[in-house]
């Protein structure tokens, strides 16, 4: 309480007195669920200890006080808190953004049964994948079946990222077939071949006699052309994978 005393000319006293009322100042807390963060995090703050507040740094603020910020910057996060008495105080947090590593990975690809095949990682520090018995970031791998393989990579701030290729193992040609006869005769040296394979997309018979056929069963004349003969026949798939198989014929004389 304030006192004020005036005097007139006739020496006469006049008192007065006045309130003045001080209201405090708003005792701001600032939280957040983390001052070092990754780029993917989600930013949460939280204010009290004032009626309203008003934000300021690196990104856009919604009102009230609390705050949830998908993809948040590094900076400078403060916020101004003012009572009902309009008294404001203000208080800040330094948020630190660490950069996600990029993965790169070998896009998918196919083999043949029992071909391998090479995956190559890049874009971190270390390698985890999802298969315990894998490591580091270049893989050459021989799967039985068509199989997909996840890695995740952090940097050196513990960030990470994810990333997945699959090897596709084609299905395996089987290659077979049948000749009728096996032995000749040197007046009727002609062979007819059967194909029975399975997932067989092209064709080729090798005659052990310097001729070729790209039929799928074809018939054969060795010309009274004697001995031994080794057939072989080889199928393949528009995807390489391939396989082949031979057989003995004998031609004879009469």
Do not use: M
């Not at 309130?19 to 963060?37: E, G, S």
């Not at 004032?50 to 910057?73: D, E, K, R």
């Not at 071909?115 to 050459?140: C, E, H, Q």
Request: charged share 10%.
């Amino acid at each position: 309480t304030y006192y004020v005393t005036a005097i007139d000319p006739y020496l006469c006293n006049y008192i007065d007195t006045f309130t003045i009322q001080v209201a405090p100042l708003p005792t701001l807390l600032l939280n957040a669920n983390d001052l070092i963060l990754c780029a993917y995090d989600t930013l949460l703050l939280n204010a009290t200890g004032a009626n309203t507040y008003t934000w300021n740094g690196p990104v856009n603020f919604i009102q009230g006080n609390n705050q949830q910020i998908i993809n948040p910057l590094s900076g400078n996060y403060e916020v101004v808190g003012t009572t009902q008495f309009g008294c404001q105080d203000s208080t800040s947090l330094q948020i630190t953004v660490h950069p996600v590593p990029v993965l790169t990975i070998t896009p998918d690809q196919g083999i043949c049964p029992g071909f391998s095949a090479t995956i190559n990682v890049s874009g971190a520090a270390n390698y985890t994948w999802t298969d315990p018995s894998l490591s580091g970031n270049n893989r050459l791998l021989t799967p039985v079946q068509t199989t997909n393989y996840s890695v995740i990579g952090a940097n050196v701030f513990n960030c990470f990222d994810t990333a997945s290729t699959t090897i596709t193992v084609y299905a395996q040609p089987i290659a077979a077939f049948t000749a009728d006869p096996l032995i000749l005769t040197n007046d009727d040296p002609t062979v007819n071949f059967t194909n029975s394979s399975q997932n067989a997309a092209l064709s080729f018979w090798d005659f052990g006699d310097g001729t070729t056929s790209g039929v799928e069963s074809p018939t054969h004349d060795w010309n009274a052309k004697l001995g031994p003969k080794t057939v072989k026949y080889t199928i393949s798939l528009d995807n390489g994978c391939s396989q082949s198989v031979t057989k003995n014929l004998v031609v004879l004389t009469q």
